[in-house]
């Protein structure tokens, strides 16, 4: 071997005997150094991302919803009070008719007869009843005769009148005004007091009937003012209470309530399907939150707040309920910062981050 290159291989002998020996001391001082860039980086869970809202006093109002039927104001279907053959129909399917307007007519020729008998035989009585009283006024007959032609008198008018009423049965008149519908019978049909001839309606105003838990009925009374929808109408529509049933429905546990909807141009037709809402309970200042902020648990309701950027989670008591809100009346205070998304990832202590803040 070259003697030039002899101790430099001594000397790197030496030096890596050395570093053998020294390595496992020195590597934790590596290690150390190694490592203290990543100690700059915080150890704990991802921020979560959420909404969040400040909560503020505001005007809170419980919601009944309820379905109900508009109903006319007054039907009945027509019907004569007399058998006998119809002779004629002075009305037309559909269209509007008056309070007392002649519709139907049924034969009445043999009562007209009696009628006319009747009244030629209280003509006479009339007179006889007049020659009497001149001779019972000088005293030529006695009282006795008197009261006898007086009451064949008033026995041929009751007669009079029974067969008047009966002829009055066999027309058919209009019980109120409203719309009359299609007809059953034709002219010369044969009817009887269970014939129905046609369906009288009134539609203006429309009765709207609904029913409400048992537990309001105590809060709902005459004038109470609804709102109820319409399929094909876009506007609410505006109502007022004016009966109640004074009894609950032993199956459903309801009350039946009906309202008056005055009806312009009886452009809304009765039987139709409607939405109904009332307002009930209303608080000027209530602590609400959304429904879906609540978490209901076994041991009580709690929500999650924003306190120094992490998730706490606060018990709360609830009060009053509408179909979105609910209020808070213990445990929340105005200016807490309630956590409103991403209920089901919050766990206590975790950091957040928020999107959108109300």
């Not at 001391?25 to 991802?46: E, N």
């Not at 009628?115 to 001149?134: D, G, I, M, P, V």
């Not at 120094?308 to 807490?336: F, M, P, Y």
């Amino acid at each position: 071997m070259n003697k030039k290159f002899k101790p430099i291989l001594v000397v790197s002998l030496i030096l890596l005997i050395a570093a053998i020996i020294f390595y496992p001391k020195i590597k934790p001082l590596f290690k150390s150094q190694g490592s203290a860039p990543a100690a700059a980086v915080p150890a704990g869970p991802r921020a979560l991302n959420v909404d969040a809202m400040v909560l503020k006093p505001k005007r809170l109002v419980e919601l009944i919803n309820s379905s109900g039927t508009l109903i006319p104001d007054e039907q009945v279907d027509l019907a004569f009070e007399t058998s006998g053959k119809i002779v004629s129909i002075f009305f037309d399917e559909g269209t509007r008719v008056r309070r007392g307007q002649l519709l139907a007519k049924i034969n009445d020729l043999p009562l007209q007869a009696q009628l006319r008998k009747l009244q030629a035989q209280k003509k006479l009585a009339e007179e006889r009843e007049f020659r009497q009283r001149s001779l019972l006024s000088r005293d030529a007959i006695s009282q006795e005769s008197y009261d006898q032609v007086v009451t064949e008198l008033q026995s041929i008018e009751a007669d009079i009148m029974l067969v008047e009423a009966r002829i009055a049965e066999t027309e058919l008149r209009a019980p109120f005004d409203g719309v009359i519908g299609l007809r059953h019978v034709s002219e010369g049909a044969f009817v009887n007091m269970n014939t129905q001839i046609a369906r009288l309606i009134k539609n203006d105003p429309l009765k709207i009937e609904f029913a409400v838990p048992e537990r309001y009925s105590g809060e709902i009374h005459p004038g109470y003012p609804i709102r109820f929808f319409l399929d094909g109408f876009p506007d609410t529509l505006q109502a007022r209470v004016y009966a109640i049933d004074p009894k609950v429905d032993v199956r459903t546990r309801n009350i039946v309530v009906r309202a008056r909807y005055s009806n312009p141009n009886e452009r809304i037709k009765p039987g139709r399907f409607v939405s109904i809402q009332l307002e009930l309970s209303e608080i000027a200042d209530a602590l609400a939150i959304p429904t879906e902020a609540l978490i209901p648990e076994m041991e009580g309701d709690r929500v999650f707040v924003l306190r120094s950027g992490r998730a706490h989670s606060v018990n709360v008591t609830t009060g009053l309920r509408t179909e979105d809100q609910i209020q808070i009346t213990s445990g929340l205070q105005a200016g807490d910062t309630l956590i409103t998304t991403g209920i089901l990832q919050l766990r206590q202590g975790i950091p957040l981050q928020i999107d959108n803040l109300l």
